[in-house]
T-cell receptor, first 118, second 117 residues
Framework: AQKITQTQPGMFVQEKEAVTLDCTYD???????LFWYKQPSSGEMIFLIYQGSYDQQNATEGRYSLNFQKARKSANLVISASQLGDSAMYFCAMREGLRERGFQKLVFGTGTRLLVSP | EPEVTQTPSHQVTQMGQEVILRCVPI?????FYWYRQILGQKVEFLVS????????KSEIFDDQFSVERPDGSNFTLKIRSTKLEDSAMYFC???????????????FGPGTRLTVL
């Protein structure tokens, strides 16, 4: 069964507009972490934002925010004021279990390709 | 800002040859990982490493793969006898500084693109 589902293979947005990239997850563990990474065409994986399962507030990092709806098991990434440099592949990932146990692998979704047009 | 580095950026090898992919994790991190991404597909976990031993490995990480931390800074992935299907981008990642309260974010290196001919 898919643990992380990203249903949008591609998204288009105009520069300066906001865009939401969807991510749903599946876990029975009460303690988990959700991450978003950006992969530009050059190939590197750039960490964007993190949301812990016990966090009361939605995470924000500059133009990135995470719309965390725990009951729906969704963790959508919102990019405000899109820029041309935001064109990239975006991956949602989940780490299950307590961080104190250490060495938890990340499980990734299939990604969403975002294209920002002028 | 500290970052994970990987060498080489691109490795081309013949089927059956051994390759070693090298990584230098962020210096005060404790946990190290290898992931791979076959072209156009999602990122897949290979192995995690802590305290000089493997802590978890995936089904992909079979006997042809091995990892090592030969000194205090490097972390290597060896593929003993490469196959065509090993062609992929290989990412090293590290996590968990010594300070408490961290999110356990895994920071990725830029990747090594392995091409097996």
């Amino acid at each position: 069964a898919q643990k992380i589902t990203q249903t949008q293979p591609g998204m288009f947005v105009q520069e300066k507009e906001a865009v939401t990239l969807d991510c749903t997850y599946d876990t029975s563990d009460p303690s988990y972490g959700l991450f978003w990474y950006k992969q530009p065409s050059s190939g590197e994986m750039i960490f964007l934002i993190y949301q812990g399962s016990y966090d009361q507030q939605n995470a924000t990092e500059g133009r990135y925010s995470l719309n965390f709806q725990k009951a729906r098991k969704s963790a959508n990434l919102v990019i405000s004021a899109s820029q041309l440099g935001d064109s990239a592949m975006y991956f949602c990932a989940m780490r299950e279990g307590l961080r104190e146990r250490g060495f938890q692998k990340l499980v990734f979704g299939t990604g969403t390709r975002l294209l920002v047009s002028p | 800002e500290p970052e994970v580095t990987q060498t080489p950026s691109h490795q081309v090898t013949q089927m059956g040859q051994e390759v070693i992919l090298r990584c230098v994790p962020i210096s005060n991190h404790l946990y190290f990982y290898w992931y791979r991404q076959i072209l156009g597909q999602k990122v897949e976990f290979l192995v995690s490493f802590y305290n000089n031993e493997i802590s978890e490995k995936s089904e992909i990480f079979d006997d042809q793969f091995s990892v090592e931390r030969p000194d205090g800074s490097n972390f290597t992935l060896k593929i003993r006898s490469t196959k065509l299907e090993d062609s992929a981008m290989y990412f090293c990642a590290s996590s968990v500084p010594l300070l408490a309260g961290d999110t356990d974010t895994q920071y990725f290196g830029p990747g090594t693109r392995l091409t097996v001919l």
